[in-house]
């Protein structure tokens, strides 16, 4: 046995694992990441990226190749038996973005390069030994895996920590003995990726929805569009005649599909890990969880994923907090994957409504919608992840006394406003990806009570903020603090008698600073 000179094994190379390994090093950890299949995906799985995905990849430096690279969506339409229902417009900075996961992959690869890692392909994981399955982290300094090279031979190598980001038939979650709980639809479903003949709006997705199901179309970059649909009772292969034919029942006049790219069936399920954590051993992406590609949702939660867990494990590599912090990762994905399935079952039941009385209630659903623009109001922030939020803890990451922040207000677990974070240094390619921020508005004491909790604390930064500024977006207006995660979520808020509370959040973040 080998005792490897990296700090993370990360097995799968997907767009979860390639940013988990890419969150890693450019923090200062050495990572390995290995893939059992012998070449890069090379059809379009995956398609959405929503913003809070795009600031993600934005800060890791490859969002603006991103977005030259990829198709804006500005609309969700419906319609019900070919007449149009409702149309949902999403604001610029809630829009939503199509790129092929191939495409995806190959500039997160081309950025693990430029970090100084690879993939190592057609390497598979055979068994992990010494995994405490107690849960315990310090129970063991680390796990064995034993690894099948492409020529046969085998490797044992011992690591400190290992990421499970292989897809969902996870080999990292069958040793683990993890379940895999949830259900599969009764249907399967139909997909062409192809060029057309005829017009269809590049910048909007469309439903059409019938009693014999609904045909989705979504635009894809460089002229392709995606028909998506219920595969037909009886139905075995999907083919263009049958694609077609469901395109003239159910879709627009005029539109005839003429050069497939990609095409399958698959059958939808809804299922999720019953840990995302074993000891030193981590479950993200579809290793993690799968669900309904209503929404666009899946890959964006696992890059999601990525993002929570790398800067917590560099910091606990880096001995800079404790290794509780990991504790965290488990209960915040997995409530964050909760809300997902719960949202793009909604949709798909919806999608799947054939009796008249469901097809009459959904279709009055959606027209009071499109007349309150409820969705485009309040839904379209959550599907755009501006609304994401992991549920406090402690007492002592909420403000102290009867006086809150009024019921708008940023809450611990949110995102700490893009635009604030930007502007501060916070967020962005050039920010520093350790980093934790003490944002301070107003109130000299609060800020020279921030400024000596600084001076024992290097990877804590401290940033003032203009009230004025400040307020409309974060939603409170009285002397305090918000204490952000290098990640961009606030890890607690409080206001000028709340010092306390911050020297305890302050113990949790960080492990003691010993003099020299």
């Known amino acids: 046995m080998v005792r490897a000179d990296v700090d993370v094994l990360v097995v799968g190379g997907g767009p979860t694992g390639l940013l988990a390994a890419c969150e890693l090093l450019r923090r200062g950890v050495r990572v390995r990441i290995v893939d059992r299949a012998e070449e890069p995906m090379t059809v379009p799985k995956a398609l959405s990226l929503w913003p809070r995905a795009m600031d993600i990849l934005e800060d890791l430096g490859v969002g603006e190749e991103l977005r030259r690279s990829s198709n804006r969506i500005d609309a969700f339409s419906y319609f019900s038996d070919g007449r149009p229902l409702a149309t949902f417009g999403f604001a610029e900075d809630l829009a939503s973005r199509t790129l092929p996961q191939p495409v995806t992959e190959s500039l997160l690869t081309a950025r693990l390069?430029?970090?100084?890692?690879?993939?190592?392909?057609?390497?598979?994981?055979?068994?992990?030994?010494?995994?405490?399955?107690?849960?315990?982290?310090?129970?063991?300094?680390?796990?064995?895996?034993?690894?099948?090279?492409?020529?046969?031979?085998?490797?044992?190598?011992?690591?400190?920590w290992v990421i499970g980001a292989d897809g969902a038939g996870s080999s990292v979650r069958g040793q683990l003995g993890i379940g895999f709980q949830g259900s599969t639809y009764e249907m399967a479903f139909a997909l062409i990726d192809t060029r057309i003949e005829g017009e269809l709006p590049t910048n909007r997705v469309l439903y059409y929805q019938a009693p014999s199901g609904t045909l989705v179309i979504?635009?894809?970059?460089?002229?392709?569009?995606?028909?998506?649909?219920?595969?037909?009772?009886?139905?075995?292969?999907?083919?263009?005649?049958?694609?077609?034919?469901?395109?003239?029942?159910?879709?627009?006049?005029?539109?005839?599909?003429?050069?497939?790219?990609?095409?399958?069936?698959?059958?939808?399920?809804?299922?999720?890990?019953?840990?995302?954590?074993?000891?030193?051993?981590?479950?993200?992406?579809?290793?993690?969880?799968?669900?309904?590609?209503?929404?666009?949702?899946?890959?964006?939660?696992g890059l999601q994923d990525a993002h929570n867990l790398a800067w917590k494990l560099a910091a606990v590599v880096h001995g800079t907090s404790p290794a509780g912090l990991l504790l965290s990762y488990g209960p915040e994905r997995a409530e964050a994957t909760r809300r997902i399935v719960r949202d793009t079952d909604l949709q798909t039941r919806a999608w799947m409504a054939g009796s008249r009385p469901k097809v009459v209630a959904r279709d009055a659903a959606f027209r009071l919608l499109d007349r309150t623009?409820?969705?485009?109001?309040?839904?379209?922030?959550?599907?755009?992840?501006?609304?994401?939020?992991?549920?406090?803890?402690?007492?002592?990451?909420?403000?102290?006394?009867?006086?809150?922040?009024?019921?708008?207000?940023?809450?611990?677990?949110?995102?700490?406003?893009?635009?604030?974070?930007?502007?501060?240094?916070?967020?962005?390619?050039?920010?520093?990806?350790?980093?934790?921020?003490?944002?301070?508005?107003?109130?000299?004491?609060?800020?020279?009570?921030?400024?000596?909790?600084?001076?024992?604390?290097?990877?804590?930064?401290?940033?003032?903020?203009?009230?004025?500024?400040?307020?409309?977006?974060?939603?409170?207006?009285?002397?305090?603090?918000?204490?952000?995660?290098?990640?961009?979520?606030?890890?607690?808020?409080?206001?000028?008698?709340?010092?306390?509370?911050?020297?305890?959040?302050?113990?949790?973040?960080f492990t003691p600073v010993v003099p020299d």
């Open 218 to 301: 979504v635009p894809m970059p460089d002229g392709v569009f995606r028909f998506l649909s219920v595969m037909p009772a009886g139905g075995g292969e999907v083919t263009v005649p049958m694609m077609q034919r469901i395109l003239d029942e159910r879709g627009p006049r005029g539109v005839r599909i003429t050069e497939p790219v990609w095409q399958t069936v698959f059958r939808v399920h809804a299922r999720h890990a019953t840990d995302f954590q074993r000891g030193r051993v981590f479950l993200m992406g579809d290793a993690a969880h799968v669900h309904s590609p209503a929404g666009g949702q899946g890959m964006n939660n």
């Open 113 to 160: 390069h430029e970090l100084g890692g690879k993939v190592e392909r057609g390497v598979r994981l055979l068994c992990l030994d010494g995994v405490d399955f107690s849960g315990r982290i310090d129970a063991t300094d680390g796990v064995t895996a034993l690894l099948e090279h492409p020529d046969g031979t085998l490797e044992r190598t011992h690591v400190p």
């Open 373 to 509: 623009g409820l969705v485009s109001r309040l839904y379209a922030p959550v599907m755009a992840g501006r609304r994401l939020a992991y549920r406090p803890e402690r007492d002592s990451q909420v403000p102290s006394g009867r006086r809150g922040c009024g019921r708008r207000a940023l809450r611990p677990g949110s995102v700490f406003p893009r635009p604030l974070a930007v502007e501060h240094g916070m967020s962005g390619p050039g920010a520093d990806p350790n980093a934790w921020t003490l944002a301070v508005t107003g109130g000299p004491d609060v800020l020279a009570a921030a400024e000596q909790f600084a001076d024992t604390q290097p990877r804590l930064r401290v940033v003032r903020l203009r009230k004025e500024r400040a307020a409309p977006l974060t939603g409170c207006r009285r002397a305090g603090y918000h204490l952000i995660r290098p990640d961009g979520h606030v890890a607690a808020h409080g206001h000028a008698g709340d010092l306390d509370r911050l020297r305890t959040e302050l113990a949790v973040a």
